[in-house]
């Protein structure tokens, strides 16, 4: 979820699980019979205690590790600009509120040098990245508009 307050996006830094260490938008797995969008909501609020409104779909992406299979992931991402409640830390997940004009990006996934400065800038996007052996860098990055289906 990639959730704007004026200049600022809500990032935090990752503390358990997959990625943990890394700095991410709130975010994690859909659950049985939950569409994205209501996981995205569940798993922000969880993370830091913000309820979203007014999230839409921004971008759909696709990441393969071909030297450990078992991280590939499909992530669904939407943004809203719309929030209500207090802002508090969880277990998983350290957040504030960072400028969007000062993105830690060598603290996140090498991907989202790729897409994220352009969603933020209204874009919206779908990609399919396949990193390198190195399991950190991205090897090839393919990204279009996002199709409207
Ligand atoms: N390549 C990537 N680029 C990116 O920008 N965010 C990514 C990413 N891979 C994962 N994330 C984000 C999505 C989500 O917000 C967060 C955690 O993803 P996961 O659902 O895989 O983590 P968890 O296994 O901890 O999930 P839950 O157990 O469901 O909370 O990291």
Same mark, same amino acid.
Do not use: I
């Given at each position: 979820?990639?959730?704007? +307050? $004026?200049?600022?996006?809500?990032?935090?830094?990752?503390?358990?699980?997959? $990625?943990?260490?890394?700095?991410?938008?709130?975010?994690?797995?859909?659950?049985?019979? &939950?569409?994205?969008?209501?996981?995205?909501? /569940? &798993?922000?609020?969880?993370?830091? $205690?913000?309820?979203?409104?007014?999230?839409?779909?921004?971008? /759909?992406?696709?990441?393969?590790?071909? *030297?450990?299979?078992? %991280?590939?992931? +499909?992530? &669904?991402?939407?943004?809203?600009?719309?929030?209500? $409640? *207090?802002?508090?830390?969880?277990? &998983?997940?350290?957040?504030? %509120?960072?400028?969007?004009?000062?993105?830690?990006?060598?603290?996140? %996934?090498?991907?989202?040098?790729?897409?994220?400065? +352009?969603?933020?800038?209204?874009? +919206?996007?779908?990609?399919?990245?396949?990193?390198?052996?190195?399991?950190?860098?991205?090897?090839?990055?393919?990204?279009?508009?996002?199709?409207?289906?």
């Amino acid at each position: 979820m990639l959730l704007r +307050r $004026g200049e600022d996006l809500l990032l935090g830094e990752k503390l358990t699980g997959f $990625g943990a260490g890394r700095v991410v938008a709130p975010g994690g797995h859909v659950e049985p019979g &939950e569409s994205p969008l209501a996981a995205a909501v /569940r &798993e922000t609020h969880e993370e830091t $205690g913000l309820a979203v409104h007014d999230a839409t779909l921004c971008a /759909r992406l696709e990441f393969t590790f071909p *030297a450990r299979p078992a %991280w590939d992931l +499909r992530l &669904e991402v939407f943004t809203s600009t719309t929030h209500t $409640g *207090a802002l508090t830390p969880s277990s &998983e997940l350290a957040p504030w %509120w960072c400028p969007v004009r000062d993105l830690p990006l060598d603290r996140m %996934w090498d991907d989202d040098r790729y897409w994220l400065a +352009r969603v933020l800038d209204g874009e +919206r996007l779908q990609g399919r990245f396949v990193y390198a052996p190195d399991n950190e860098t991205v090897q090839h990055a393919d990204l279009q508009p996002l199709d409207p289906a």
